[in-house]
């Protein structure tokens, strides 16, 4: 009896914690939904940790029994945002023509960096003075560059500076494109051309000379 008795109480132990860990997890969601809420309204460096306690129903020291400190919440919007590009972009292609791949990838980066500015500042660029992601929020990022080789490679794209041209091209796009004509389609209409210069210049003989349609 004692030893089912024991056995009874360490299953409503475990179910309890279980319990605060799913409410916990779920909190750290809201807020982090919340973050990205006022980073859209005042960017990235307006996010006040006030106004975000607020914005969730606590008070701002509450915030530190689920995240240490306020680059703690960046680093947890940018593993999920890292999280995200990984799953969007580095979706299996289905298709071994350079330029039919490559198209496809270039267009799946430039609308997932185009469609949300702000988290395409956190993830690309150093707009946070002092902040750098943790190695487990940074993984994601380093799988998808190591997947964007792969592509290349994998087509014959085998020019050393491949891969560096070929962030430098779609980050260049996309950032003119939320620079100079958000919400429009001025660069967004040229990436198939550029992927098309692109493959003329580092890919195989025939990739860039064929005329292709997303």
């Known amino acids: 009896m004692l030893g089912n008795l024991n056995s009874d109480r360490s299953n409503v132990d475990s179910l309890n914690r ?102 395409a500042l956190l993830l690309f660029q150093r707009t946070i ?3 750098e992601p943790s ?16 592509q290349l490679v994998e087509r014959g794209l085998t020019d050393p500076d491949a891969l560096d041209l070929w962030t430098a091209l779609l980050s260049g796009l996309s950032n003119q494109q939320m620079a100079n004509d958000p919400g429009g389609t001025r660069w967004a209409r040229l990436v198939d051309r550029a992927v ?5 210049e580092v890919g195989p003989p025939s990739a860039g000379s064929r005329k292709g349609k997303r």
């Open 129 to 131: 003075p002092g902040f």
């Open 196 to 200: 098309g210069m692109y493959l003329a």
């Open 18 to 119: 279980d319990r605060r860990s799913r409410r916990r997890e779920a909190t750290k969601a809201e807020i982090l939904d919340a973050a990205w809420a006022l980073v859209r309204e005042h960017g990235l460096a307006g996010l006040s940790l006030r106004d975000l306690a607020a914005r969730v129903g606590m008070r701002a020291p509450s915030l530190y029994q689920y995240f240490p400190s306020k680059h703690a919440i960046y680093d947890a919007m940018f593993g999920q945002g890292a999280r995200q590009a990984l799953a969007e972009v580095g979706a299996p292609v289905g298709t071994t023509d350079a330029r039919e791949a490559l198209l496809l990838v270039a267009h799946r980066m430039f609308d997932f960096v185009t469609s949300n500015p702000e988290r």
């Open 135 to 150: 190695p487990e929020s940074y993984a994601p990022a380093v799988e998808l560059l190591d997947w964007s080789r792969l």
